[in-house]
């Protein structure tokens, strides 16, 4: 059976970029949907367990920096050989890429098992109730972490042949049995039994195997030429240039990711002094903003030099995503009481949900504008520039939580201290975009 490829270099800009980008968003959607579902039903556990999922799901976060270097690094330069036209070297990339996601998803699990306990006590917990949630969620989640990097990465590499809409198919099946599982299993209705955090965990895992068995088994039903991971062979000798290359291009993102959660975790721990539902708040309203799309567009036209494309597909893309994160600032900051009680029922937590809304609210534009400036910024290589830029302006999150944190803000100072890095971050890679376009792109592609 063959399956139609995209071609990214010689199409239509808006048609392709619609076929390509919309299924990446919807699966992109779906993905963040899987914790949202889970955070839903846990929700009726109360604060405490929200608050231990979300702690939790801190090192699954912190562990997909990983899967995010295979992913990358695959996906890019996948991609550039594709451009080029060169198969071969495109099947060598998505080897190495996923022979690598394979060796990290065990070091992953082995660290977990052994640390568990030490790595939580970094957040200081107080109450017995969130500690134990947070354990046993962190140890199902992290343990079986092998199904989530494979899907992910994956989900890159048939994206960067052009293929985004088996991964959305992927992903919706996995999404349905999830929020079928979660009910079941959380609550445990019917013959099932109640098991609270554990079923949340077993829910999410599920799903996760049953998205990579789709993705595997469409690989093996496409005996289509354009199908490059069909070609590969896992067992085979890895290829050290192949493997050099996805380390060069998937470091930085990588790094950035563990960074950036590195310091989502302090901030968490600086969180926690405002309670439980503080950190509940906390972790909810992260999974509620998620977006991104082109690097795989940007990647395959740098790769055939065509720079007029990476410039209009860019241009294009980023007057849409406006349109989207506009949509969702008007939820955040008009509506947030009416999200807020899809996840908590105390009172008082409601009212902290509300107000992070409706700070976040505000930069949520400028969110869209960074994730997916960074996705064209990696489609051209160029990871390293994208993670020096996040990492700098992520890190001064810290000092100025602690400074509005201390005023008369108290809370909401942390809120606050998210919503400013994030607007510095939109405004500045969207300059950073612009001029590379105009300068340095000019010459890559003139060469």
């Not at 994956?154 to 959305?168: E, I, N, R, V, Y």
Request: net charge positive; glycine share 8%; hydrophobic share 50%.
């Amino acid at each position: 059976m063959k399956k139609k490829q995209l071609n990214l270099t010689s199409s239509p800009i808006l048609r392709t970029l619609s076929e390509l980008a919309l299924p990446i968003m919807a699966s992109s959607f779906l993905s963040t949907a899987y914790n949202i579902t889970d955070m839903a039903w846990i929700g009726m556990l109360g604060s405490k367990a929200v608050a231990g999922v979300g702690v939790g799901g801190m090192y699954v976060w912190l562990s997909q920096g990983l899967s995010s270097l295979a992913r990358m690094g695959g996906q890019v330069n996948m991609a550039h050989s594709l451009g080029r036209g060169d198969q071969k070297a495109a099947a060598g990339f998505a080897q190495a890429a996923l022979q690598l996601t394979i060796l990290f998803s065990l070091f992953v699990t082995l660290i977990s098992m052994l640390f568990t306990n030490p790595l939580l006590q970094f957040f200081a917990l107080n109450d017995a109730e969130t500690y134990n949630s947070a354990r046993i969620y962190m140890r199902i989640t992290c343990g079986l972490i092998l199904f989530s990097f494979l899907s992910q990465v994956l989900t890159g590499l048939f994206t960067a042949q052009g293929d985004s809409k088996t991964p959305l198919k992927a992903n919706f099946f996995g999404l349905i049995l999830n929020m079928i599982l979660d009910p079941l299993l959380v609550l445990g209705v019917g013959p099932f039994p109640r098991l609270e955090v554990v079923g949340a965990a077993i829910a999410t895992v599920t799903a996760q195997i049953i998205v990579l068995l789709i993705l595997v088994v469409e690989i093996l039903r496409d005996h289509g030429e354009a199908n490059v991971l069909h070609k590969i062979r896992l067992l085979s000798r890895p290829d050290i240039a192949c493997l050099k290359g996805v380390f060069r291009i998937g470091t930085p993102t990588a790094l950035q990711g563990s960074l950036y959660c590195i310091i989502s975790m302090i901030l968490t721990r600086m969180v926690s002094g405002f309670g439980d539902g503080a950190i509940a708040v906390q972790r909810v309203g992260g999974q509620i903003e998620s977006l991104s799309a082109l690097n795989a567009f940007m990647g395959q036209n740098y790769g055939a030099g065509k720079k007029d494309r990476i410039k209009s597909g860019y241009h294009i893309s980023i007057r849409l995503l406006i349109c989207w994160a506009a949509l969702i600032t008007i939820a955040f900051v008009f509506f947030p009481r009416q999200i807020s009680v899809l996840f908590f029922h105390e009172e008082e937590v409601i009212r902290l949900s509300v107000d992070y809304l409706r700070i976040i609210g505000f930069s949520e534009i400028f969110l869209s504008v960074e994730m997916m400036t960074v996705g064209a910024l990696s489609g051209l290589g160029r990871t390293q520039l994208c993670s020096l830029i996040s990492v700098g302006l992520t890190v001064i999150r810290i000092p100025l939580a602690l400074v509005l944190s201390n005023t008369a803000l108290g809370l909401n100072g942390i809120w606050w201290a998210l919503t400013l890095s994030t607007v510095s971050k939109g405004i500045i890679f969207y300059f950073v975009f612009q001029y590379i376009c105009e300068h340095s792109l000019l010459r890559t592609t003139n060469r």
